[in-house]
T-cell receptor, first 113, second 113 residues
Framework: AQSVTQLGSHVSVSEGALVLLRCNYS??????LFWYVQYPNQGLQLLLK??????LVKGINGFEAEFKKSETSFHLTKPSAHMSDAAEYFC???????????FGAGTRLAVHP | DAGVIQSPRHEVTEMGQEVTLRCKPI?????LFWYRQTMMRGLELLIY????????DSGMPEDRFSAKMPNASFSTLKIQPSEPRDSAVYFC???????????FGQGTRLTVV
């Protein structure tokens, strides 16, 4: 079975500060891992994905995530937050058939001036 | 490609009425997923199809919910009769063959009064 835990339902940072959103996963098979972003009143958009290649994955809008098997983590980071990064972020792991995504509860990121 | 298309974007209906949500997946995608998003429960997978065949409907909350996929380019999610607790945003998503990256529609915001 697969599951995802996102630590912190709300994260608030200052503009220009480091963004760190935490995700830990559980998987009985080698996982595929994803980060999605959801802006208000919109669907989910893929930020980045890990599919067993390089452990440091770069995504859109300056975000990146590192797969750490020993820690079962896939934390999302961005060196410098921008006001436009304010959104909800979801971590997801693929299911046993590598087609069903299991989502975490989401982390709402607020960026203040 | 236009992406995953859902209709309507917003639906307001009275308790007891039948509601039908529609989804057109991306052409060539062979998996289709229906998710429900609420503040209390986050993103829940309701049902998914592979090549138009329902694979897992264990997430469907009650018999009032049903889903069909009569062909590769169309799916419906029906609620009959609707109840206020069904109020949520319903998302449809699709994936390419052999891949877990899901492409989401804009969602349908359902309000049952």
């Amino acid at each position: 079975a697969q599951s995802v835990t996102q630590l912190g339902s709300h994260v608030s940072v200052s503009e220009g500060a480091l963004v760190l959103l935490r995700c830990n996963y559980s998987s009985s098979v080698p996982p595929y891992l994803f980060w999605y972003v959801q802006y208000p009143n919109q669907g989910l958009q893929l930020l980045l994905k890990y599919t067993s290649a390089a452990t440091l994955v770069k995504g859109i809008n300056g975000f990146e995530a590192e797969f750490k098997k020993s820690e079962t983590s896939f934390h999302l980071t961005k060196p410098s937050a921008h006001m436009s990064d304010a959104a909800e972020y979801f971590c997801a792991v693929s299911g046993s058939g590598y087609n069903k995504l299991i989502f975490g509860a989401g982390t709402r990121l607020a960026v203040h001036p | 490609d236009a992406g995953v298309i859902q209709s309507p974007r917003h639906e307001v209906t009275e308790m007891g009425q039948e509601v039908t949500l529609r989804c057109k997946p991306i052409s060539g995608h062979d998996y289709l997923f229906w998710y429900r998003q609420t503040m209390m429960r986050g993103l829940e997978l309701l049902i998914y199809f592979n090549n138009n065949v329902p694979i897992d409907d264990s997430g469907m909350p009650e018999d009032r919910f049903s889903a069909k996929m009569p062909n590769a380019s169309f799916s419906t999610l029906k609620i009959q009769p609707s109840e206020p607790r069904d109020s949520a945003v319903y998302f449809c998503a699709s994936t390419r063959p052999g891949e877990a990256e899901a492409f989401f529609g804009q969602g349908t915001r359902l309000t049952v009064v």
